[in-house]
T-cell receptor, first 116, second 115 residues
Framework: DTEVTQTPKHLVMGMTNKKSLKCEQH?????MYWYKQKAKKPPELMFV???????INESVPSRFSPECPNSSLLNLHLHALQPEDSALYLC???????????????FGPGTRLTVL | AQTVTQSQPEMSVQEAETVTLSCTYD???????LFWYKQPPSRQMILVIR??????QNATENRFSVNFQKAAKSFSLKISDSQLGDAAMYFC????????????FGAGTILRVKS
């Protein structure tokens, strides 16, 4: 299994809703990432989990809450979002421990989020 | 801080021709990784090619090759025999060594392929 899966593919939510995005990989990777991507722009890093611990938080607003329940699963909990949070949310994973893979990241297909 | 610059917002190439996408970067590190990623419209981002800075030999993957000039901090991507399926946004990215480090992306180049 060499892929990263994300659910749902599309999500529409109101500003008062609570929703979650899910990401899963079964490649034995121990680093997982959340990115936000606006149209025709590069991905912007939000969070990095390394060995299931949050290692990087790029000053993301608290209305985004990441969670890594186990080494294969990464969630992003959403609450009280703003319309400007509408974007493609990408999950990625990288490297097996001890593998000089150069931090090559494998991306999922993304969740397209619309906040009304 | 490391930065990556892609100076060509858009490029066009005729089918079967060759095109080169430019990328420059800035870092004070001596060992690092460079990548080219491809993102077709409304589709998944995939890795095209990877270069390890300590290797002098340029990486090649089928029709894709790079020209890595470490002293000049330049990392261009050459696509030979361009195909319609090559049409996409191409991102150049830098990564320092170490596990779970962030990728630093360039702004991207939209490649259009004409039939």
């Amino acid at each position: 299994d060499t892929e990263v899966t994300q659910t749902p593919k599309h999500l529409v939510m109101g500003m008062t809703n609570k929703k979650s995005l899910k990401c899963e990989q079964h490649m034995g990777h121990r680093a997982m990432y959340w990115y936000k991507q606006k149209a025709k722009k590069p991905p912007e890093l939000m969070f990095v989990y390394s060995y299931e611990k949050l290692s990087i938080n790029e000053s993301v607003p608290s209305r985004f809450s990441p969670e890594c329940p186990n080494s294969s699963l990464l969630n992003l909990h959403l609450h009280a979002l703003q319309p400007e949070d509408s974007a493609l949310y990408l999950c990625a994973s990288s490297q097996k421990p001890g593998d000089r893979g150069g931090n090559e990241q494998f991306f999922g297909p993304g969740t397209r989020l619309t906040v009304l | 801080a490391q930065t990556v610059t892609q100076s060509q917002p858009e490029m066009s190439v005729q089918e079967a021709e060759t095109v080169t996408l430019s990328c420059t970067y800035d870092t004070s590190e001596s060992d690092y990784y460079l990548f080219w990623y491809k993102q077709p419209p409304s589709r998944q981002m995939i890795l095209v090619i990877r270069q390890e800075a300590y290797k002098q030999q340029n990486a090649t993957e089928n029709r894709f090759s790079v020209n890595f000039q470490k002293a000049a901090k330049s990392f261009s991507l050459k696509i030979s025999d361009s195909q319609l399926g090559d049409a996409a946004m191409y991102f150049c990215a830098y990564s320092p060594l170490g596990y779970g480090n962030k990728l630093v992306f360039g702004a991207g180049t939209i490649l259009r392929v004409k039939s």
